[in-house]
C-alpha cells in the first residue's frame, strides 16, 4: 500500500504529483475539496460527496470537467495503483478541483481547463484512546468566516480560516479548536462539526450559523434515528458546550470522537457519555452495512 495520485488524468506516484505555480489553485487559493474514506473498500456516501462538491464549484463559479462516474472511476483507477481495494485496508480519497493554469488575473476567463487531482492513501484511524477517553477541545479566538465573505458552505481549499484556528488549538495542547461565528454563536470545529448533548437529545449549530454542511452531520441525523436518539438542530453558545452532559465532534475520517474537555473545563465526567457511544456504534453499524452492498 501506498500513495498514489492521479494529476489531470495521468496517475503518479508522490514524488511526481506536481502543479504549475500558475494555477489558481496555488496562486489564489481558487479551489474546492472533498474528503473521503472507503468501507469495504467503496467510498463511502459517494453520491452525497459529489453533490457537495458540485454545491461547491457552483458557489465560486467553477465548472467540474468530469462526471461522477468519471471522477468515481478515478477515485477506483488510483486506489488500485495504491494497492487499496476491498481486502486491502480502507482508503482515504481526496478530490481536488482548482480554476486551474492562467494569467496573473482574478478573471476566471483567464484559466482553461481546471484541474482535477485525486489522491489516494491508506486511512489511519484516530488511535483507539480517542474513542475511549475522548479528548480535549478549546474555544479559539479565531472567528469562522462570515458567511457573507467565504462562505463556510464552500468546502474550499482555501483553508487559511481552518488553518489559524487549528494553529490556536495546536499551541494550547488540544486536539481540535471549536470556532465561533461572527455573532459569538458555535459553529463548528476547524475540521469538523460539533455536537452537544442534553437531557438525552443530540443538538448541532443550524447550517445558518455559517459552517460546512458536514456529510457525517447529515448522517447523524439519519443514525439518532436508528439508535432512537433525537438529533436536532440548535443555535448553541459557549454555555451550552461548557454545560453539556456530553459532546462530540464528527467528520469522514474521523468518524465521531467524544469530547471529555473544554478549555480544562472536565465536561461528561471525564468519560464518553452513554448517548455518544450509542451514536458511535450505531454510525459504525450503519456506514458498514451501507456500503456493504445491502
Ligand atoms: N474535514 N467542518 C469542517 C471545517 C471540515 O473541514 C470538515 C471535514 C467537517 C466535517 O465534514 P464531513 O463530515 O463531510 O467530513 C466539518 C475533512 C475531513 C477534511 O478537511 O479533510
Not at 489531470?8 to 494555477?23: I, M, R, Y
Not at 481558487?30 to 453533490?51: A, D, Q, V, W
Not at 467553477?62 to 477506483?76: C, H, V, W, Y
Request: with cysteine.
Amino acid at each position: 500500500m501506498s500513495v498514489m495520485v492521479n494529476v489531470n488524468g495521468h496517475l503518479v506516484d508522490e514524488a511526481h504529483a506536481v502543479v504549475s505555480v500558475f494555477d489558481h489553485g496555488f496562486l489564489f487559493g481558487e479551489g474546492i475539496y472533498e474528503t473521503l474514506r472507503t468501507y469495504n473498500g467503496k467510498p463511502f456516501l459517494l453520491g452525497r460527496h459529489m453533490r457537495r462538491l458540485r454545491a461547491s464549484a457552483a458557489m465560486i463559479a467553477l465548472a467540474i470537467p468530469l462526471s461522477d462516474e468519471e471522477i468515481a472511476g478515478r477515485f477506483q483507477s488510483t486506489m488500485r495503483a495504491a494497492g487499496l481495494g476491498p481486502g486491502s485496508g480502507d482508503a482515504y480519497l481526496r478530490i481536488l478541483v482548482t480554476r486551474g493554469i492562467g494569467e496573473l488575473s482574478y478573471n476566471p476567463s483567464a484559466c482553461g481547463t481546471p484541474s482535477v487531482v485525486v489522491i489516494a492513501k491508506p486511512h489511519i484511524d484516530p488511535p483507539a484512546e480517542v474513542y475511549a477517553h475522548g479528548v480535549d477541545v478549546v474555544l479559539v479566538g479565531v472567528v469562522r468566516n462570515h458567511p457573507g465573505s467565504v462562505s463556510p458552505l464552500i468546502k474550499s481549499n482555501n483553508l487559511l480560516n481552518n488553518a489559524l484556528g487549528m494553529q490556536e488549538a495546536f499551541a494550547r495542547g488540544a486536539f481540535e479548536g471549536v470556532m465561533r461565528n461572527y455573532r459569538g454563536e458555535l459553529a463548528e470545529c476547524t475540521t469538523s462539526n460539533l455536537f452537544v448533548v442534553k437531557d438525552g437529545a443530540a443538538l448541532t449549530p443550524p447550517l445558518d450559523a455559517g459552517l460546512l454542511a458536514g456529510i457525517t452531520r447529515e448522517f447523524m441525523f439519519e443514525v439518532g434515528e436508528d439508535a432512537g436518539v433525537p438529533v436536532r438542530e440548535q443555535v448553541l453558545r459557549d454555555e451550552d458546550l461548557l454545560g453539556a452532559d456530553e459532546a462530540f465532534l464528527t467528520s469522514t475520517t474521523r468518524e465521531i470522537v467524544p469530547i471529555t474537555r473544554v478549555d480544562g473545563h472536565v465536561i461528561s465526567a471525564g468519560t464518553p457519555g452513554p448517548v455518544t457511544r450509542t451514536l458511535l456504534d450505531a454510525f459504525r453499524a450503519k456506514a458498514r452495512h451501507t456500503s456493504s452492498g445491502h
